[in-house]
């Protein structure tokens, strides 16, 4: 089975309020790229990436009369994808959504949410992923209500052997300091954010310790705009929201291979999932931002890894036509695992 995870940058502006492609030679809202090249470039990589099933993070918006799950179905239709069944779970108010497109005739997906739903007072206990977590982060005495703004998608998967997987799909809040005019105030907003970003984490970790604690198979899996040393803030905390989620100490702990190359490396070669342009520099940076991180029964399979960087892949580089879809189709790279569940 191979499953994967792909943060699809402004994936919304490609549908009309019916879920129609906009097939059409229009600008995307990607940089130099038209709305038909952009639709083509992310069928291209879709097909090439064959997944049974593929965590859509930034999927298109589910609002009024936009439907993600309609938008997802036409848009498989259209690139004549084997994954053409979409699931979503709690939507939200940002135009991106997290979506499951799956393969139905391999596996049988549902939203299936754990944990209590909360009031606006909230839970401390890890509760349902629409509801409010308290917790005191910055040891004050004084308990902070935490919302996610991009609920996680929690799904429950059926192969067609009969395996039943946990997925967790996940898009952690970013940390940029949007509204900063300031030094101090990127300063004060990033730090703040760095603060949610962690509750989040804590939040999250909670249920995949629940999971662990009844041995079931667990894959997380997403873009947590976060890595080991990836900004100067983490020091404030001593620690990163991806060593939360993984697992710290004596706990029970989540594996991923890139991840785990990095974690306590602040120099040298690392993995990459994204190429961003940096306009005041002039030039590209990359980071480690998306990760599939699976239980401890699952990694016992000897699942393989792989990330899709056009330019760090050998497969992916000399494949001109895929080189120019993963560049044309989003900032970011697909993350797959092949894994055998019935070894």
């Known amino acids: 089975m ?171 809040k970013s940390k940029a300091p949007y509204g900063a005019s300031t030094p101090a105030d990127v300063m004060r907003i990033a730090i703040t954010n760095r603060r949610k970003q962690l509750a989040q984490a804590v939040w999250l970790r909670g249920r995949i310790e629940a999971h662990l604690a009844l041995d079931e198979p667990l894959i997380v899996l997403g873009d947590f705009n976060d890595g080991p040393g990836l900004d100067e803030y983490e020091g404030l905390f001593g620690r990163s929201s991806i060593e939360v989620v993984l697992g710290e100490g004596k706990a029970l702990r989540l594996y991923d291979p890139h991840a785990r190359s990095v974690l306590g490396a602040r120099i040298g070669a690392m993995h990459s999932t994204s190429r961003f342009y940096m306009n005041h520099e002039g030039r590209y940076m990359q980071a480690l931002l998306d990760y599939i991180m699976i239980s401890p029964d699952l990694l016992a399979r000897g699942p393989v890894w792989r990330i899709w960087h056009p330019f760090d892949d050998p497969a992916c580089y000399s494949d001109d036509a895929l080189r120019r879809a993963l560049l044309a189709a989003s900032d970011h790279f697909p993350v797959t695992l092949d894994i055998d569940l019935e070894a």
């Open 2 to 172: 191979r499953l994967a995870t792909w943060n699809i940058e402004w994936f919304n502006s490609l549908f009309d309020d019916e879920g129609a492609p906009l097939d059409d030679g229009e600008w995307s809202s990607r940089h130099d790229v038209t709305r038909h090249d952009q639709l083509a470039a992310v069928g291209h990589v879709m097909t090439a990436l064959d997944a049974d099933a593929l965590m859509i993070i930034e999927a298109p918006d589910h609002s009024g009369r936009r439907s993600t799950v309609r938008a997802l179905e036409r848009f498989a239709q259209l690139a004549g994808l084997r994954a053409r069944r979409a699931l979503v779970g709690f939507t939200n108010d940002t135009q991106q959504e997290i979506a499951l497109l799956y393969d139905p005739d391999e596996v049988e997906a549902v939203h299936d949410p754990r944990g209590d739903p909360t009031g606006k007072t909230g839970s401390p206990d890890a509760p349902r992923f629409d509801g409010v977590f308290r917790i005191d982060l910055d040891i004050d005495a004084v308990e902070d209500l935490v919302r996610f703004s991009k609920p996680p998608l929690e799904a429950r998967l059926t192969t067609r052997e009969g395996a039943v997987l946990r997925l967790i799909g996940v898009h952690l």
